[in-house]
């Protein structure tokens, strides 16, 4: 069974640095793309960036590139995603997903998400 | 303002037909396939429509999806009140070379 399993909530003050993780299980790890997007709070659906865990390639979005950073370790079959400075804009619910198969393609797999919540 | 353009709200009462609507433009849906996803209260995102019309496995036949020209519609028969939930609208744009979303539709079963 494929399963993307996210770090849990996470409270932060303005200016700080996270890095939120996303493990995949139950399929080729280094075979799919991951990716990831943001929903603040009572908003939709935005689409960061995504990453091919193999060999790092990555793609971001116009609008969160120098924004944030996305990594993988797949070593240990995970996704990051991380900001240097967080701003209290940051504060929202992060999924990974992973799509069918190419960039273009829709994420049949999601996490459960991560909520992050960033205030002084 | 997202690049996709939904309906902020639809309504209808169990049992019938609704249809929602995401209009977009020539370098999106006009060029690729268009996904439809189900968002429940409290839950990440689920698929239930790709390449336009296709439905995974899992998905009632109930849902349906459309695409003609800059937009894309999905449909939902039969509706029952587990039906009410957040509707998004995703593509690639080629343009931007990025997937974009619609802003979502939230669907009130009455």
């Known amino acids: 069974e494929v399963q993307l399993v996210q770090s849990g909530a996470e409270v932060k003050k303005p200016g700080e640095s996270l890095n939120i993780s996303c493990k995949g299980s139950g399929y080729s790890f280094t075979s799919y793309w991951i990716g990831w997007v943001r929903q603040m709070p009572g908003k939709g659906l935005e689409w960061m960036g995504i990453i091919y865990p193999d060999d790092s390639n990555i793609k971001y979005s116009p609008s969160f590139q120098g924004q944030v950073t996305i990594s993988a370790d797949k070593s240990i079959s995970t996704a990051y995603l991380q900001w240097s400075s967080l701003k209290a804009s940051d504060t929202a619910m992060y999924y990974c997903a992973r799509p069918v198969s190419t960039v273009t393609t829709p994420f049949d797999y999601w996490g459960q998400g991560t909520l992050v919540t960033v205030s002084s | ?110």
Not at chain 2, 40 to 56: D, F, H, Q, S, V
Request: glycine residues 14%; proline residues 6%.
């Open chain 2, 1 to 110: 303002q997202s690049v996709l353009t939904q309906p902020p709200s639809v309504s209808a009462a169990p049992g019938q037909k609704v249809t929602i609507s995401c209009s977009g433009s020539s370098s999106n849906i006009g060029n690729n396939y268009v996904s439809w996803y189900q968002q429940l209260p409290g839950t990440a995102p689920k698929l239930l429509i790709y390449e336009n019309n296709k439905r995974p496995s899992g998905i009632p036949d109930r849902f349906s999806g459309s695409r003609s020209g800059t937009s894309a519609t999905l449909g939902i028969t039969g509706l029952q009140t587990g039906d009410e939930a957040d509707y998004y609208c995703g593509t690639w744009d080629s343009g931007l070379s990025a997937v974009v979303f619609g802003g979502g539709t939230k669907l009130t079963v009455l």
